[in-house]
């Protein structure tokens, strides 16, 4: 009984820490991606993109732990599944806009 209930929390933590690295390396790729498409910059160093690539994945993780941890209020079928997976890329897309803003704001 209890190396059942062990095994369980050890399937919880590696689906928490799934969600969190796809949140992670999604937001990293999807900044790879605005950065490739903006072109050349006009600085001669590079020192800019460090802190989107901080700011953007870190919290890219914490949008999946959300994401993953609203899962279980939504865990029905029909309209609330729908619904609730809506909510979580909201929040998700949010969290990565606010990064993306704070991360290309800078420290000036």
């Known amino acids: 009984m209890l190396i059942g209930i062990k095994e369980q929390n050890h399937q919880k933590e590696a ?51 959300i994401f993953y941890l609203l899962h279980v209020f939504f865990d029905r079928s029909g309209f609330q599944r729908i619904l609730g997976l809506m909510f979580r890329v909201m929040i998700y897309v949010f969290l990565f806009a606010l990064a993306f803003i704070i991360g290309m704001n800078g420290p000036n």
């Open 15 to 65: 689906r928490l820490l799934t969600c969190i690295q796809q949140g992670a390396v999604l937001a990293a790729f999807l900044l790879t991606i605005v950065f490739l498409t903006l072109g050349e910059s006009n600085t001669d160093s590079q020192q800019w993109m460090i802190l989107p690539y901080i700011f953007v994945p870190t919290l890219g993780g914490i949008g999946g732990m």
